[in-house]
């Protein structure tokens, strides 16, 4: 369904992306793994043209983003890493945003029910509906974002560390909710964490990024069988390795 082919992206004289390649099957569930800084970020931001790459070229169902790229964004949902919220909207006008504007708009009423049914699915009440985002924690802003994420029944998304900053439990909620995206609803789903249980509950593949380049890509079975020292002190969460501490 996404094919990225030779991407890359340098911000000034740094080379944060140096070729990557990599392909998502139509309804698979995608982790990139990846020490902090390599650019996990960036290469979403690039498939989704919030960043422009260098060169390389990404195909969605065959064609080049740049050509249909209009139609792509109106089927894809994004959590960003910070949440994002729009501070001075509710928490039901974020989640229900692109259901009261554009191509995809519904009456107020039903937008806010769809927005409150979003909300119990990531396990926050309606009470927070009319809340805004400052007044909420992190983990809750974090789950507001989901919400809005899901909100429009995307076919492709793309979420970057949705368990980052929840309680263990609501991060087993998140996780359940990535894989009944993909499961029941059919969603082709990108999601980037540090979260090895995350990674070991939703992932039918795993890719690792590591100086600008996919370094390994495989199963969870494989990625417990590997002798690639990158991935193994990666998942081990080891201090000694060839992964620098410092960077
Ligand atoms: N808009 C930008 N302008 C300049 N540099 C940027 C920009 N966006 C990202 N970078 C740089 O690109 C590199 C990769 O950033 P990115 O956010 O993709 O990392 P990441 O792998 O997502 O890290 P983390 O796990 O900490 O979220 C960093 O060195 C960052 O400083
Ligand atoms: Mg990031």
């Not at 909207?89 to 927005?115: D, I, T, Y």
């Not at 899901?150 to 909620?173: K, Q, Y």
């Amino acid at each position: 369904m996404i094919e990225i082919e030779s991407l890359t992206k340098s911000f000034g004289s740094k080379q944060v992306l140096r070729g990557v390649s990599l392909r998502i099957e139509r309804g698979e569930s995608l982790v990139v793994i990846g020490g902090s800084g390599t650019g996990k970020s960036v290469l979403l931001k690039c498939i989704l043209g919030l960043v422009t790459p260098d060169a390389g070229l990404i195909r969605v169902n065959g064609a080049p983003v740049a050509q249909g790229r209009e139609d792509f964004l109106s089927r894809f949902g994004m959590l960003f890493q910070g949440a994002a919220l729009f501070d001075s909207l509710s928490v039901w006008q974020n989640v229900a945003f692109r259901l009261l504007r554009g191509p995809q708009k519904r009456p107020k009423a039903e937008a806010r029910a769809v927005a409150i049914e979003k909300l119990a699915r990531v396990g926050l009440g309606p009470e927070v509906a009319d809340l805004f985002p400052a007044e909420l924690s992190g983990g809750m802003q974090k789950r507001v974002g989901l919400a809005r994420a899901i909100a429009t029944e995307p076919s492709v998304i793309f979420f970057d560390e949705p368990t980052t900053g929840l309680d263990p439990i609501m991060s087993g909620v998140i996780n359940d909710l990535i894989n009944s995206v993909v499961r029941e609803m059919g969603a082709t789903a990108i999601t980037i964490t540090h979260d090895m249980s995350s990674v070991r509950a939703i992932a039918d593949r795993v890719a690792m990024l590591h100086d600008g380049l996919i370094r390994w890509h495989g199963t969870i079975a494989d990625m417990d069988t590997t002798s690639d020292p990158y991935v193994t002190q990666f998942i081990h969460g080891r201090a000694e390795g060839p992964i620098a501490a410092i960077r």
